[in-house]
Protein backbone atom coordinates (compact mmCIF):
# COMPACT_ATOMS: atom_id res chain seq x y z
CA UNK A 1 0.00 0.00 0.00
CA UNK A 2 1.45 3.17 -0.75
CA UNK A 3 2.26 5.82 1.71
CA UNK A 4 0.10 9.08 2.05
CA UNK A 5 3.11 11.38 0.61
CA UNK A 6 3.21 8.91 -2.53
CA UNK A 7 -0.68 9.13 -3.01
CA UNK A 8 -0.74 13.10 -2.89
CA UNK A 9 1.85 12.63 -5.39
CA UNK A 10 -0.26 10.63 -8.02
CA UNK A 11 -3.24 13.33 -6.91
CA UNK A 12 -1.05 15.88 -8.10
CA UNK A 13 0.85 14.24 -11.09
CA UNK A 14 -2.49 13.13 -12.77
CA UNK A 15 -4.54 16.73 -11.95
CA UNK A 16 -2.93 18.04 -15.39
CA UNK A 17 -4.89 15.01 -17.62
CA UNK A 18 -7.90 15.09 -15.57
CA UNK A 19 -8.45 18.79 -15.84
CA UNK A 20 -7.21 18.24 -19.69
CA UNK A 21 -9.50 15.12 -20.66
CA UNK A 22 -12.43 17.46 -18.64
CA UNK A 23 -11.84 20.29 -20.85
CA UNK A 24 -11.32 18.70 -23.92
CA UNK A 25 -14.81 16.53 -23.48
CA UNK A 26 -16.75 19.39 -22.17
CA UNK A 27 -14.77 22.64 -23.57
CA UNK A 28 -16.23 24.01 -19.93
CA UNK A 29 -13.71 26.19 -18.17
CA UNK A 30 -16.55 25.81 -14.88
CA UNK A 31 -17.35 22.10 -15.91
CA UNK A 32 -13.83 21.38 -15.70
CA UNK A 33 -12.80 23.66 -12.75
CA UNK A 34 -15.59 21.73 -10.68
CA UNK A 35 -14.07 18.40 -11.46
CA UNK A 36 -10.52 19.52 -11.25
CA UNK A 37 -11.05 20.72 -7.99
CA UNK A 38 -13.60 17.60 -6.49
CA UNK A 39 -10.37 15.91 -8.16
CA UNK A 40 -7.78 17.72 -5.51
CA UNK A 41 -10.59 17.54 -2.88
CA UNK A 42 -10.94 13.94 -2.94
CA UNK A 43 -7.77 12.99 -3.43
CA UNK A 44 -6.26 15.22 -0.45
CA UNK A 45 -8.75 15.31 1.88
CA UNK A 46 -11.68 13.26 1.37
CA UNK A 47 -10.83 10.23 0.22
CA UNK A 48 -10.93 6.79 1.54
CA UNK A 49 -8.44 6.49 3.93
CA UNK A 50 -10.49 9.25 6.03
CA UNK A 51 -11.60 5.49 7.68
CA UNK A 52 -8.31 5.35 9.44
CA UNK A 53 -5.84 7.99 10.99
CA UNK A 54 -4.24 9.20 7.92
CA UNK A 55 -3.02 11.88 5.87
CA UNK A 56 -6.07 12.89 4.47
CA UNK A 57 -7.53 12.68 7.99
CA UNK A 58 -4.86 15.13 9.32
CA UNK A 59 -5.31 17.54 6.80
CA UNK A 60 -9.57 18.47 8.69
CA UNK A 61 -7.24 19.82 10.91
CA UNK A 62 -9.93 21.16 13.91
CA UNK A 63 -12.77 19.38 12.13
CA UNK A 64 -10.97 16.35 11.90
CA UNK A 65 -13.40 15.10 14.61
CA UNK A 66 -16.29 14.92 12.78
CA UNK A 67 -14.78 12.05 10.98
CA UNK A 68 -14.58 10.03 14.12
CA UNK A 69 -18.00 8.06 13.63
CA UNK A 70 -16.97 7.54 10.32
CA UNK A 71 -13.91 5.72 11.14
CA UNK A 72 -15.54 3.87 13.99
CA UNK A 73 -18.28 1.96 11.62
CA UNK A 74 -16.23 1.43 9.12
CA UNK A 75 -13.04 -1.80 8.72
CA UNK A 76 -10.52 0.27 6.78
CA UNK A 77 -10.25 -0.83 3.07
CA UNK A 78 -13.73 -2.04 3.03
CA UNK A 79 -15.66 -1.77 -0.01
CA UNK A 80 -17.60 1.09 1.88
CA UNK A 81 -15.23 2.91 1.97
CA UNK A 82 -12.82 2.28 -0.82
CA UNK A 83 -15.32 0.71 -3.08
CA UNK A 84 -16.44 2.64 -6.55
CA UNK A 85 -18.68 4.98 -6.03
CA UNK A 86 -20.19 3.59 -3.09
CA UNK A 87 -17.60 5.08 -1.22
CA UNK A 88 -17.57 8.91 -2.21
CA UNK A 89 -21.37 8.48 -2.29
CA UNK A 90 -21.28 7.07 1.42
CA UNK A 91 -18.72 10.28 2.28
CA UNK A 92 -21.03 12.90 0.47
CA UNK A 93 -24.25 11.59 2.02
CA UNK A 94 -22.54 11.54 5.85
CA UNK A 95 -20.78 15.02 5.44
CA UNK A 96 -24.18 16.20 3.57
CA UNK A 97 -25.81 14.94 7.00
CA UNK A 98 -23.51 16.53 9.12
CA UNK A 99 -24.24 19.99 7.26
CA UNK A 100 -28.02 19.75 7.32
CA UNK A 101 -28.06 19.25 11.35
CA UNK A 102 -25.72 21.92 11.60
CA UNK A 103 -27.81 24.15 9.04
CA UNK A 104 -30.94 23.48 11.17
CA UNK A 105 -29.14 24.31 14.22
CA UNK A 106 -28.45 27.60 12.83
CA UNK A 107 -31.51 28.34 11.71
CA UNK A 108 -33.21 27.55 14.86
CA UNK A 109 -30.78 30.06 17.08
CA UNK A 110 -32.02 33.02 13.82
CA UNK A 111 -35.02 32.28 14.75
CA UNK A 112 -34.68 32.82 18.08
CA UNK A 113 -32.34 35.59 18.59
CA UNK A 114 -33.52 37.57 15.33
CA UNK A 115 -36.79 36.89 14.96
CA UNK A 116 -36.32 35.50 11.12
CA UNK A 117 -39.15 33.52 10.35
CA UNK A 118 -37.64 30.89 8.18
CA UNK A 119 -40.08 27.63 6.88
CA UNK A 120 -38.70 24.47 6.51
CA UNK A 121 -40.69 23.51 3.46
CA UNK A 122 -39.02 27.31 2.01
CA UNK A 123 -35.47 25.86 3.22
CA UNK A 124 -36.20 22.22 1.35
CA UNK A 125 -37.47 24.21 -1.57
CA UNK A 126 -34.36 26.07 -1.81
CA UNK A 127 -31.80 23.14 -1.16
CA UNK A 128 -34.18 21.40 -4.30
CA UNK A 129 -34.47 23.80 -6.38
CA UNK A 130 -30.62 24.80 -6.35
CA UNK A 131 -29.66 20.63 -6.94
CA UNK A 132 -32.13 20.54 -9.81
CA UNK A 133 -30.88 24.06 -11.54
CA UNK A 134 -27.30 23.13 -11.44
CA UNK A 135 -27.26 19.27 -11.57
CA UNK A 136 -24.72 19.64 -14.46
CA UNK A 137 -22.31 21.30 -12.16
CA UNK A 138 -23.30 18.90 -9.33
CA UNK A 139 -22.46 16.09 -11.34
CA UNK A 140 -19.19 17.21 -12.25
CA UNK A 141 -18.37 17.75 -8.44
CA UNK A 142 -19.18 14.36 -7.92
CA UNK A 143 -17.42 13.12 -11.00
CA UNK A 144 -14.10 14.86 -9.62
CA UNK A 145 -14.86 13.35 -5.78
CA UNK A 146 -15.45 10.11 -7.37
CA UNK A 147 -11.97 10.47 -9.54
CA UNK A 148 -9.18 11.30 -6.82
CA UNK A 149 -10.83 8.66 -4.51
CA UNK A 150 -10.45 6.26 -7.28
CA UNK A 151 -6.70 7.61 -8.25
CA UNK A 152 -5.95 6.83 -4.51
CA UNK A 153 -8.31 3.08 -4.18
CA UNK A 154 -6.26 1.87 -7.45
CA UNK A 155 -3.22 2.53 -5.96
CA UNK A 156 -3.51 0.95 -2.93
CA UNK A 157 -4.71 -1.85 -5.23
CA UNK A 158 -2.22 -2.01 -7.66
CA UNK A 159 0.65 -1.08 -4.89
CA UNK A 160 -0.58 -4.38 -3.40
CA UNK A 161 -1.21 -6.35 -5.89
CA UNK A 162 2.65 -5.68 -6.73
CA UNK A 163 3.61 -6.47 -3.42
CA UNK A 164 1.60 -9.90 -3.72
CA UNK A 165 3.03 -10.58 -7.08
CA UNK A 166 6.77 -10.33 -6.20
CA UNK A 167 6.32 -12.37 -2.77
CA UNK A 168 4.27 -15.45 -4.73
CA UNK A 169 4.53 -14.95 -8.33
CA UNK A 170 1.11 -14.94 -10.32
CA UNK A 171 -0.42 -17.10 -7.79
CA UNK A 172 -0.32 -14.03 -5.56
CA UNK A 173 -2.81 -12.32 -7.75
CA UNK A 174 -4.94 -14.59 -8.74
CA UNK A 175 -8.46 -14.69 -6.47
CA UNK A 176 -8.01 -15.78 -2.95
CA UNK A 177 -11.05 -18.24 -2.51
CA UNK A 178 -9.39 -20.47 -5.57
CA UNK A 179 -6.33 -20.36 -3.46
CA UNK A 180 -7.68 -21.33 0.10
CA UNK A 181 -9.85 -23.91 -2.33
CA UNK A 182 -6.73 -25.55 -3.29
CA UNK A 183 -5.14 -25.32 0.18
CA UNK A 184 -8.30 -27.18 1.85
CA UNK A 185 -8.40 -30.09 -1.01
CA UNK A 186 -4.18 -30.72 -0.51
CA UNK A 187 -5.30 -31.21 3.29
CA UNK A 188 -8.14 -33.36 3.67
CA UNK A 189 -5.80 -35.33 0.83
CA UNK A 190 -2.62 -35.32 3.14
CA UNK A 191 -5.13 -36.16 6.34
CA UNK A 192 -6.66 -39.59 4.07
CA UNK A 193 -3.10 -40.46 3.49
CA UNK A 194 -2.28 -40.54 6.86
CA UNK A 195 -5.55 -42.35 8.26
CA UNK A 196 -4.28 -45.10 5.65
CA UNK A 197 -0.82 -45.65 6.98
Not at 120 to 145: H, I, K, M, N, P
Not at 163 to 183: E, W
Request: net charge positive.
Amino acid sequence: MPSGRTHDRITLWALPMVAGVSFWQTRSGNVTLLVAGGFMFGGLMFGPDLDIYSRQYQRWGVLRWIWLPYQKSLRHRSFLSHGPIIGTTLRVVYLSSLLAVVAMVMVAVAEKLWNVTVTWQDLEGTVGRSLSSYATECFALFLGLELGAMSHSLSDWGGSAYKRFRKQGVRGILPRSKIKKRKVISRSTGARKNQRR
